[in-house]
């Protein structure tokens, strides 16, 4: 069974730019999460999509944004990129996404802002 | 304060000994708690899931929740060098697949 995959894997944007990341998850999970990770501050969730519909938003601008697609398939976009937003992006799927699910990682979308 | 607190100081044992780490939170909603092993410029791989208080083995590794302490703590026996990694530990609550994760805590096993 293929694990969450996540194109591209590393990626260089200028300040200003976007970047749109894609995430496949599991076959079968409905819930897809994006995080985002630094050596600073740690794994913080972005949201989470089930169904099409983003059911939960952690504490992020609105240059974050994402979306889920009929497949489960998910994207995530950054506009306006800023220097800090250099990280890796984590996205997780799940079956159900109600609590109490095993949540699975992919390995990841390396940003980097220059 | 924040919701889950994990020493991020690294750890560095010899090959053999027991790994003890351990995190602690605030938010008694949390009903759900997992640690994740993660490599170097990986992503997390799940280890350990439990649900309720008490210990939970799967070969090697122990884990351990005191709800009435907010406190969990992963053990790891006869640590080997393919344990070195950085283990965070992570929670949610009933309903909400939404994570909270410690800072992570850097191991290095030392042949």
């Known amino acids: 069974k293929a694990g969450v995959t996540q194109t591209p894997r590393y990626l260089i944007k200028t300040r200003g730019q976007q970047v749109t990341l894609s995430c496949s998850p599991i076959?079968?999970?409905?819930?897809v999460s994006w995080y985002q990770q630094t050596p600073g501050q740690g794994l913080q969730f972005l949201f989470e999509?089930?169904?099409?519909?983003?059911?939960n938003k952690g504490n992020f601008p609105g240059r974050f944004s994402g979306r889920q697609f009929s497949n489960s398939r998910s994207e995530m976009n950054v506009s306006t990129l800023e220097l800090g937003d250099s990280a890796l992006y984590l996205c997780a799927s799940s079956l159900q996404g109600r609590g109490g699910d095993t949540i699975y990682f992919g390995e990841g979308s390396w940003l980097t802002v220059v | 304060q924040k919701e889950v607190e994990q020493d991020p100081g690294p750890l560095s044992v010899p090959e053999g000994a027991i790994v003890s780490l351990n995190c602690t939170y605030s938010n008694s909603a949390f009903q759900y708690f997992m640690w994740y092993r993660q490599y170097s410029r990986k992503g997390p791989e799940l280890l350990m899931y439990t649900y309720s208080s008490g210990n939970k083995e799967d070969g090697r590794f122990t884990a351990q929740v005191d709800k009435s302490s907010k406190y969990i703590s992963l053990f790891i026996r006869d640590s080997q060098p393919s344990d070195s990694a950085t283990y965070l530990c992570a929670m949610s609550r009933y309903g909400n697949n939404r994570l909270a994760f410690g800072k992570g805590n850097q191991v290095v096993v030392i042949p």
């Open positions: 076959s079968g999970h409905r819930s």
């Open positions: 999509y089930f169904s099409e519909t983003q059911r």
